[in-house]
């Protein structure tokens, strides 16, 4: 059992976790709380397996946003934090659009929610949310699946 270090760790999957904490939260400033949380409690965990350590953070990730979700975060704007970002603003339709598919996410039901945020967001393989969900990867697949018809239905696509 191959171990990594925490500055491995960190540098491998940093972006990944601050992105899919992103997705999560819709805010820059929590997405940047919920990474520095997970990588505090993998710091001071047990060490981890290099092959399963992105799906560990990301679930890690997902129980700390749920928790604070229960502590009732509000939904703030997803409007860029930083003047220094130079991208090009998105258009208003883009940015409704991006609003109203967050929202129709945050009411999917858990269990088809959970895998559609761990393959769309975190960049995870049907293998490694099978792993860390507990399922097979067929399941997994067919959650996805249904994820994105229930999502398709809500936003009438």
Do not use: C
Request: glycine letters at 4%; aromatic letters at 8%; charged letters at 25%.
């Amino acid at each position: 059992m191959e171990t990594t270090s925490f500055h491995e760790l960190y540098q491998a999957h940093a972006r990944d976790v601050y992105r899919y904490a992103l997705a999560l939260s819709g805010n820059p400033a929590d997405a940047e709380d919920i990474m520095m949380n997970v990588f505090f409690r993998a710091w001071t965990g047990e060490p981890l397996r290099r092959q399963a350590a992105k799906a560990y953070l990301l679930t890690i990730a997902r129980n700390i946003f749920r928790d604070g979700r229960r502590k009732s975060w509000r939904e703030q704007s997803l409007a860029p934090a930083h003047d220094e970002l130079h991208a090009q603003p998105p258009r208003q339709d883009t940015q409704l659009e991006l609003r109203e598919t967050l929202r129709a996410m945050r009411d999917l039901p858990d269990l088809y929610r959970a895998p559609l945020e761990m393959w769309a967001a975190g960049g995870l393989t049907y293998q490694e949310i099978a792993s860390e969900l507990r399922a097979t990867v067929v399941v997994v697949k067919m959650r996805i699946h249904r994820a994105r018809q229930m999502l398709a239905q809500k936003l009438g696509r």
